[in-house]
Every structure is written in structure tokens, then in C-alpha cells.
């Protein structure tokens, strides 16, 4: 999606907040916008300190702010045409399973970081697809965030946004989700991945390929990581890193561990645990050799880490599918693809490709066909540019 477009987008949503609260808002209203994410690689290696290389991409979730003189927040989804309203002075409601919790959460959280909030009217609307692994979620927390903050006249740094962001669906929704998604969504910047050290929070911007591009094929198979096997395989992890971490205190996060570690230890631990720390480890040094390979400009290699990461996400993790496995070997055997993989939480959503540039819309093309003689199902592909995050978006 060019700027121009995300211009005109954000403009039509301003259009259209004003003529829903014409004689209910006096100020201005303000527009803010924050993209969708897809992971290269470095999938389940966030939550214990790990490393991941994902970017942002052009679907995005457009909050528009303005203020009311009462304690109320009321929100209103233009996808689900629906309004909801809150009082601002009794937020500690639990989560609803609504569209709602993910907006007022994020007020919830500013509230609880001492930010003070008066009433307001929020708008949002979106195209990223839902439940389909690429942080849909994220993308309403982080877009709530800036218009929040600007609304209460606060600021927040990048790091702080992500880790507000991440609280909310950690304690609010309850869904226990690492800090990858709100991080790249706050902070990427167009044309580029973002390599996150997930332990320090340091990260590094680095240039993608010009002659290769980005193909997401969205399998139609749903997931939602709230559903639980997300947690259940996050409770394998973390019991294998915790006998890890009692046999070797150096150990502190499974990012600390090495194969060798781990079949130290093997015989204490359940098969599960084993085999998802084992995807968990060799994940996490497949992000920094997939660094060194973009950085190098050696896209043959990246693409075969993505292979490898898949049949690790596949074997040790368990946590691909039926449909997701046969894009990846469909994609194999097309002209130009260099990589494929699952990209997200797991057990569904979309699929992640790397592709020579001359060859990517025909790539798409026969991804889908292919699919579709063999499942009947129609996919969704999408060739996609990196775009900048929400922050650099707001700066602009
Ligand atoms: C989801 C979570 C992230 C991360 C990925 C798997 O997207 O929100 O924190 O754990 O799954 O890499």
C-alpha cells in the first residue's frame, strides 16, 4: 500500500468520525494508523528471550480520535458496525470476548501506567484479516495506543508502546502472547525487516532485497492463539527451560541454552518439552545466520533457513497443519521461490515466501490454483512491500 494510499485512507476515516459524532465533538478529530506484521523467521522464540526478524506490512487498522466533555469512551468498529461504550472511571472489567476489549484495554493500560484519560470518542477501522497470523490484534492495540496518547497529550517511547501493548493482551484479554507482534508494528520502518533481540529489547532496522519479494499466502485456515494450544505449547516450553535453568543457573532463559544443554537433559524432561525447546534453539540460530545472509545479500541462503525453519516448526514444534504443510511443499516446486514457511503463532493462518522479484505475481498465481486443485479452498495471496511501523508513521 503506497503512502498516497494510507493518506487517502486515513483520510476517509477522518471524513466519515466527524459525520458520526457531528454535535457531539467540538475539537478536531486526529487520525493514527498502525500496520499489520508477517515474521521471516524466529517463530515461538520470543517469550524466552529470543531473537526474530519479522516486518511490517501494508494492511493497517486506522483509529480516529476525538474528545467528549464526560467520563465515557465510546467506541465504534466500522467493521462490525457496532458501538460500545465504557465508563472510563470503572475499567477494571474483565475482558468480554468483544471486538471492544482490545481499544479499551489499551485504555485500561494507560490508566494503569498513571496516564489520566478523559472521555473520548475512538473510531476504528481495518483490513488486516483476522485470525490469520498477522497480528490483526496488535495492529488495533498499537493504532488505540497512539490515538490514546494523543488524545491524553502523553508520549511514550517505541519500547514502551510494544510492552504497554503486549501487557494488554498478557493481562487484559489473556492471551499469552510474546513481544514480537505490538514491537515491529510500533517500530519498523519501511523497506526494511526488524531484528529484535527479544531479552535486551535491542534491535536493528536491516535492509531487504530489491530483487526479491515478500509472497504471504493466507491458507483460509482459522487460528486463534487465545484458543489454547498456543498456551499448551508455551507451558512445554517453559517447563523444559525451567529443568534447564535448575541444572545450569547460567541457563536463565532458553536463550541462554545449547543443543548440547538440552540433550544433557533430555532424560529429565517429557518428549514435548524436548522437541519444542529443540525448535526453540535451533530457531534461534537460525535468526542470526538468516541476518548474516541479508546482510550479505545471499537470498539462496535465507530461503533455505526458511525451509528448515518450517519442517522445525512442523516436526519439533508441531504446530503447522495439513493445508499449511501443502502450500510449503506446493511453493518448492514453483519457479522463483527461494524459501517458504508458516509464519506466526501456528496451526493455520498464512504462509510466509521469499521470491525472486521476476517471478512473484505469477508465483501468487499459481500458489493459489495449486491450492485449490488440491483443497478446494481459495487462498489469499498477497505480494507485499515492508512498510514503516506506527511510530515513524506519526512522525511523518
Ligand atoms: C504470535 C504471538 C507472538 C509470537 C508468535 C510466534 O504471533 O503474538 O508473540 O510468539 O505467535 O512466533
Not at 494508523?33 to 508477517?38: D, E, I, T, W, Y
Not at 493481562?171 to 519498523?188: E, H, K, L, R
Not at 518428549?271 to 530457531?283: L, P, Q
Not at 483443497?375 to 508513521?393: K, M, N, P, S
Request: aromatic share 6%; net charge negative; proline share 3%.
Amino acid at each position: 500500500m503506497s503512502s498516497e494510499q494510507i493518506r487517502r485512507d486515513l483520510q476517509d476515516q477522518l471524513a466519515a468520525h466527524q459525520v458520526r459524532n457531528q454535535g457531539i465533538a467540538s475539537s478536531p478529530a486526529h487520525a493514527f494508523s498502525a500496520p499489520a506484521r508477517v515474521n521471516l523467521i524466529g517463530e515461538h522464540t520470543d517469550y524466552t528471550g529470543g531473537f526474530v526478524l519479522p516486518l511490517a506490512i501494508g494492511f493497517r487498522t486506522i483509529a480516529v480520535v476525538t474528545p467528549r466533555s464526560d467520563d465515557q469512551a465510546v467506541l465504534y468498529s466500522s467493521n462490525f458496525n457496532e458501538t460500545a461504550q465504557y465508563d472510563l472511571r470503572s475499567l477494571a472489567l474483565p475482558p468480554r470476548g468483544h471486538w471492544s476489549d482490545y481499544p479499551i484495554g489499551v485504555a485500561w493500560g494507560l490508566q494503569q501506567q498513571g496516564i489520566r484519560l478523559t472521555g473520548f470518542n475512538l473510531s476504528i477501522d481495518g483490513n488486516v484479516p483476522l485470525g490469520s497470523g498477522l497480528s490483526s490484534s496488535a495492529s488495533i492495540e498499537v493504532a488505540t495506543a497512539m490515538a490514546l496518547l494523543d488524545h491524553s497529550r502523553s508520549s511514550l517511547t517505541g519500547e514502551q508502546i510494544a510492552l504497554l501493548c503486549q501487557k494488554i493482551e498478557n493481562v487484559y484479554v489473556g492471551s499469552p502472547c510474546g513481544i514480537m507482534d505490538q514491537f515491529v508494528i510500533t517500530n519498523a520502518i519501511d523497506k526494511h525487516a526488524l531484528m529484535l533481540d527479544c531479552r535486551s529489547l535491542s534491535f536493528d532496522h536491516l535492509p531487504l532485497a530489491t530483487d526479491a519479494r515478500i509472497v504471504i499466502c493466507n491458507s483460509m485456515v482459522k487460528h486463534s492463539i487465545a484458543d489454547g494450544e498456543y498456551g499448551d505449547r508455551r507451558g512445554e516450553v517453559e517447563r523444559g527451560q525451567e529443568i534447564l535453568r535448575q541444572r545450569n543457573p547460567a541457563i536463565q532463559l532458553l536463550r541462554d541454552a545449547t543443543i548440547a544443554d538440552l540433550e544433557a537433559a533430555r532424560t529429565e524432561m517429557s518428549e514435548a518439552s524436548y522437541r519444542r525447546c529443540k525448535h526453540i534453539i535451533t530457531e534461534n540460530d537460525r535468526v542470526i545466520q538468516t541476518r548474516e545472509a541479508l546482510t550479505a545479500g545471499d537470498e539462496r541462503r535465507f530461503g533455505q533457513l526458511m525451509f528448515t525453519a518450517h519442517a522445525s516448526m512442523r516436526d519439533d514444534f508441531a504446530a503447522s497443519c495439513e493445508e499449511i504443510d501443502a502450500l510449503v511443499e506446493i511453493a518448492r516446486t514453483l519457479p522463483g521461490c527461494l524459501g517458504a514457511r508458516i509464519t506466526g503463532g501456528g496451526f493455520g493462518g498464512c504462509t510466509v515466501n521469499l521470491v525472486d522479484a521476476a517471478h512473484a505475481e505469477e508465483f501468487a498465481l499459481n500458489l493459489k490454483a495449486k491450492y485449490r486443485e488440491q483443497y478446494g479452498i481459495d487462498a489469499q495471496t498477497y505480494v507485499c512491500e515492508a512498510v514503516d511501523g506506527a511510530l515513524a508513521r506519526a512522525t511523518q
